[in-house]
């Protein structure tokens, strides 16, 4: 299952980011270090469902199917609040860097409105992108001590040989040997000469490793817009969702009690009966939404499997007659797989046995035999075939 970090400095709305996604019950409040220790929830991320299109009634198994959406479960973890120095252990910054080991991504929740400091004090016009750099740096640099300490004083390994000092952050080979051709190092002999070029490395290595979406939380609030545009300018629109996190979760906890009809990611919501308070608080919610397209926590999820983590999804099945398994399920799983991805790939992802007698795979859709390196497509149905 994916693993999502949900980081970012105390006071600025993440674990608020986090139950709003989740729908977990966590300590939230307007003063630093609320969250001691991780919490772990599970989010959904969003896909097509084949059903409509293939005009069945589907029967999900490891996910849920909602009106032809198809949620795929992923693991987030609300991680300590970070501080500057964490890699050096100040504040909960070893309890932060090591929650952050098993996340393929980040999302970071920062206080767009500029109303809080990096310790989360308030202060007045305060510059989110300060946030940012804190972040990338404190696990650059964390990572940096990691490599310096494994390599010892010779500053000389290999790609596997740095891959597997890396591997509790897990982190693979291919992404050690991408960060040595983006900084166009040989990657049979890594060889640092100082301190500069192991930071330099590790901080590639972070951008590939642990990818970082920017979630500019507390939209609501004045100068939130203006610091939003800023943010887009400074790190790419496509890093960056516009998000009102308080929002999202006053809509969870509405839906649950019956006064609205809402369904998480959309832009909006119907008002099924609230008093005049209620009423009025929701109206409030209504027109940021209206402002930002959304509450953008949804969006947030979605776009770090799909956009930051270049994931697709894929449904294998058993019976391409019927698009079941073999207990009758119709279209029962769907699996979240890096694109580029082959049914070789998806077998793995499934079980060992599957990819160890592959024969072929059946490309449903297009009706046709396909062999171990054909490459997948977003929503594929794939029956695996395999020998005795």
């Excluded at 198809?70 to 504040?91: C, N, S």
């Excluded at 310790?119 to 964390?142: A, D, T």
């Excluded at 991408?178 to 166009?184: I, Q």
């Excluded at 790419?236 to 006064?259: M, P, T």
Aim: glycine letters at 10%; one cysteine or more; charged letters at 30%.
């Amino acid at each position: 299952m994916l693993d999502i970090g949900i980081c970012g400095k105390p006071n600025s709305g993440k674990s608020t980011f986090f139950s709003a996604a989740t729908t977990v019950d966590v300590p939230i409040a307007n003063y630093p270090f609320t969250t001691i220790k991780a919490n772990r929830g599970m989010a959904y991320v969003r896909s097509v469902c084949p059903c409509t299109k293939m005009g069945v009634k589907c029967n999900p198994r490891n996910s849920k199917c909602v009106d032809g959406t198809r949620l795929v479960p992923t693991t987030v973890i609300d991680v300590a609040g970070l501080v500057p120095g964490a890699h050096e252990g100040k504040g909960l910054g070893n309890k932060f860097l090591d929650d952050l080991r098993n996340a393929s991504a980040i999302i970071q929740v920062v206080d767009a409105s500029g109303t809080t400091d990096l310790e989360g004090k308030v202060v007045e016009n305060f510059e989110p992108r300060k946030e940012v750099e804190m972040l990338e740096e404190e696990i650059s640099y964390w990572m940096a001590d990691i490599i310096k300490r494994g390599i010892g004083p010779r500053r000389t390994t290999d790609a596997e040989g740095l891959a597997a000092l890396m591997s509790g952050l897990g982190i693979a080979k291919w992404q050690v040997v991408s960060a040595c051709n983006a900084l166009e190092r040989e990657h049979d002999v890594i060889e640092f000469e100082n301190d500069a070029e192991i930071q330099a490395f590790a901080k590639e290595l972070r951008r590939i490793a642990k990818p970082i979406l920017l979630a500019a939380n507390k939209m609501d609030l004045p100068g939130a817009r203006r610091n939003f545009d800023e943010l887009s300018k400074e790190f790419g629109a496509e890093r960056v969702i516009a998000c009102y996190a308080d929002g999202e979760l006053a809509l969870r906890r509405a839906e649950k009690a019956g006064l609205i009809k809402y369904v998480p990611g959309a832009a909006e919501f119907e008002i099924l009966g609230a008093d005049a308070r209620r009423g009025a608080a929701l109206e409030k919610i209504k027109a940021t939404m209206k402002s930002i397209g959304g509450t953008g926590v949804q969006e947030a999820i979605d776009k770090t499997a799909f956009g930051l983590l270049g994931l697709i999804t894929v449904y294998p099945v058993e019976d391409e007659a019927r698009l079941a398994d073999h207990h009758g399920n119709i279209l029962p799983d769907a699996f979240l797989i890096k694109e580029g991805s082959t049914p070789l790939d998806l077998a793995r992802e499934i079980h060992t046995d599957l990819a160890e007698k592959f024969i072929c795979a059946i490309d449903v859709k297009k009706g046709m035999e396909v062999g171990k390196d054909h490459v997948l497509t977003d929503g594929d149905i794939i029956r695996i075939v395999k020998g005795r």
